[in-house]
């Protein structure tokens, strides 16, 4: 199917995605999501009626997400996070959405080098579970953007602005070949196609990121990963016998909002301040996980642990030391593991996991001037 890519404006044209529930199950979803909704406005500190209002929908359908994606960015560059004050400029950005050959619209997004600076190399962003390629990795990108890379990222489906069903994986798989194909095509693109290309996967992302690697051995010429989900922490896993159970569950009901988890904000987040900024990334996942997601994650997490040596491209992996969602010794595992030589794992020392978002400020400027470093020493 030809790609169809307009800039946005609006909500968006909608694309094929999982159907909406039925009729008779619509109203106690509707209700639920709603109920979540006011929960999350009642969160946001010093937001107005009118941002709490926009905050209260139900998101699980990809336009409503786009209406409060749109309500929130003008107060974004008012947020008090180095991410957002701090943000280099005249960065060129450009958005799109565009639909795949399986008829998903995804949104995706480019961050530019100030005109007139060399491009060294174009970096591909993986986001984590729950997340979206804009709000904090819009800092991010801008920053690694001013030191003269290429930066493209995209929401997977069912997340951020992309269509789907929200928080919803049906197959991980899946979903990593729908990511193989978006970045197949920028990769494509002229101004694109002669330069390195890199991957960066942000916790659920680097999971996402290895299986794209493991599928395209010799396509990437690095893959670097930020607290990567190469197996879920004890902490917010629940015993084997619910496992079991929920696993037999998934199969009648996979869309439903079961999954037991704690809420993981604080688990990630070491800066409080911080924390409370991340409330206003209105348009994540928060919700408790869905049965076939949590299922599919589980999954994945086992298949990328028995094909740790198989992953030869040179690596970088950054880690919090005292992460607890995913464990910095899973990713010594995987540094040792590794079959390639070109390997680095940094842990940084008192960190939690959202170490380019939830840490002091000089901590997020260490671990993305750290990435800068790594890609320099790569083109």
């Not at 690694?144 to 197959?171: K, N, Q, R, T, W």
């Not at 408790?288 to 997490?301: F, G, I, P, S, Y």
Request: aromatic share 8%; proline share 6%; net charge positive.
């Amino acid at each position: 199917m030809a790609a169809i890519s307009h800039r946005i404006a609006g909500s968006g044209p909608r694309g094929a995605a999982v159907a909406p529930p039925r009729p008779g199950r619509r109203a106690a979803v509707i209700a639920a999501a709603t109920a979540k909704g006011a929960q999350r406005a009642r969160a946001l500190e010093g937001a107005s009626d009118e941002l709490r209002a926009a905050a209260a929908q139900c998101l699980d359908w990809a336009p409503a997400r786009r209406r409060v994606r749109a309500a929130f960015a003008p107060v974004l560059p008012n947020l008090d996070h180095c991410l957002f004050k701090m943000a280099p400029k005249e960065i060129h950005m450009e958005e799109n959405y565009e639909k795949n050959s399986k008829g998903v619209e995804i949104f995706w997004k480019s961050w530019l080098p100030r005109e007139g600076t060399a491009t060294k190399a174009a970096l591909f962003f993986c986001h984590g579970y729950g997340d979206t390629c804009t709000f904090f990795f819009e800092g991010v990108a801008k920053r690694i953007a001013a030191a003269g890379y290429a930066v493209y990222a995209m929401d997977y489906p069912g997340f951020g602005l992309s269509y789907g069903l929200h928080g919803y994986i049906a197959s991980f798989d899946g979903m990593v070949d729908h990511v193989i194909e978006q970045y197949a095509r920028i990769r494509g693109m002229k101004e694109v196609c002669e330069l390195p290309h890199f991957l960066l996967g942000q916790s659920m992302g680097g999971a996402v990121a290895l299986k794209v690697h493991l599928k395209q051995q010799k396509e990437w010429d690095g893959v670097l990963l930020v607290a990567p989900m190469c197996k879920i922490s004890e902490e917010v896993t629940p015993p084997a016998p619910v496992l079991k159970a929920l696993n037999i569950l998934s199969c009648l009901l996979p869309e439903a909002k079961l999954f037991p988890q704690k809420d993981i904000g604080d688990l990630a987040f070491r800066d409080p301040r911080k924390r409370k900024v991340a409330e206003y990334n209105a348009i994540s996942y928060s919700d408790q996980m869905r049965l076939r997601t949590a299922v599919e994650l589980l999954k994945a997490t086992k298949d990328i642990e028995s094909q740790l040596e198989k992953i030869s491209s040179p690596l970088l992996i950054l880690h919090g030391a005292a992460d607890m969602v995913t464990d910095p010794h899973v990713s010594k595992f995987l540094y040792e593991k590794a079959s390639t030589k070109d390997k680095t794992l940094k842990l940084y020392e008192g960190s939690y996991h959202s170490i380019l978002e939830g840490e002091p400020d000089d901590r997020i400027s260490t671990a993305i001037n750290d990435i800068i470093s790594w890609l320099d020493s790569h083109c």
